[in-house]
Antibody
Framework: QVQLQESGPGLVKPSETLSLTCTVS????????WNWIRRPPGKGLEWIGD???????NYNPSLKSRVTISMDTSKSQFSLNLRSVTAADTAVYYCARAYRTTWSWYFDDWGQGTLVTVSS | QSVLTQPPSVSGAPGQRVTISCTGSRSNIGAGYDVHWYQQLPGKAPELLIY???NRPSGVPDRFSGSTSGTSASLAITGLQAEDEADYYCQSYDTSLSVIFGGGTKLTVL
């Protein structure tokens, strides 16, 4: 079991870019799939996307045009950039590790989450 | 609206059995993609409760069980306890190339 910790601004202005970093400790960041998931207030969970240590990424089609996820293996960190944010992007953002096979993709370790509010 | 449909709420008295349904379609559960369940206690991050339809991670009591049939899945909780009061989410994968979650079910222990 690894530990994950999100960090970044808690307040972002509309039309700007939301940037978060997740630091992984207690295990290797290499050879695993690292994800971002969010939960807007009063709503359910939404998967944002993932990154593998080769730099390969997968994104939720509904967010793909605005999202970039990247990884820095030397720092055991991966990051989320979400561009052109609106109030609808206000949510608790979680980073998580995923276990993936052809027919299975689930999240076995999660960060504690960080609230990001989009407001002027 | 979520691709996987869950009841918004369920409730039960201590000691009772409750089930939470998760209805999908031929492009996700019906296509053979596994279903996983998470428990989210108030103010906490989600935790994996059931993986690959029916398996429990180490430390999860056997009061929790999962099953699938066709395009649906179910989570059953027996011997309900006050500490089980939480939000529960099902999750799978869809051929639209996306991880998908249910809308979540709030369990109230009466």
């Amino acid at each position: 079991q690894v530990q994950l910790q999100e960090s970044g601004p808690g307040l972002v202005k509309p039309s700007e870019t939301l940037s978060l970093t997740c630091t992984v400790s207690g295990g290797t960041i290499s050879g695993q799939y690292w994800n971002w998931i969010r939960r807007p207030p009063g709503k359910g969970l939404e998967w944002i996307g993932d990154v593998y240590d080769t730099g390969t990424t997968n994104y939720n089609p509904s967010l793909k045009s605005r999202v970039t996820i990247s990884m820095d293996t030397s720092k055991s960190q991966f990051s989320l950039n979400l561009r052109s944010v609106t109030a609808a992007d206000t949510a608790v953002y979680y980073c998580a590790r995923a276990y993936r096979t052809t027919w299975s993709w689930y999240f076995d370790d999660w960060g504690q989450g960080t609230l990001v509010t989009v407001s002027s | 609206q979520s691709v996987l449909t869950q009841p918004p709420s369920v409730s039960g008295a201590p000691g009772q059995r409750v089930t939470i349904s998760c209805t999908g379609s031929r492009s996700n559960i019906g296509a053979g993609y596994d279903v996983h369940w998470y428990q989210q206690l108030p103010g906490k991050a989600p935790e994996l409760l059931i993986y690959e339809n029916k398996n429990r991670p180490s430390g999860v009591p056997d009061r929790f069980s999962g099953s699938t049939s066709g395009t649906s899945a179910s989570l059953a909780i027996t011997g309900l306890q006050a500490e089980d009061e939480a939000d529960y989410y099902c999750q799978s994968y869809d051929t639209s190339l996306s991880v998908i979650f249910g809308g979540g079910t709030k369990l109230t222990v009466l």
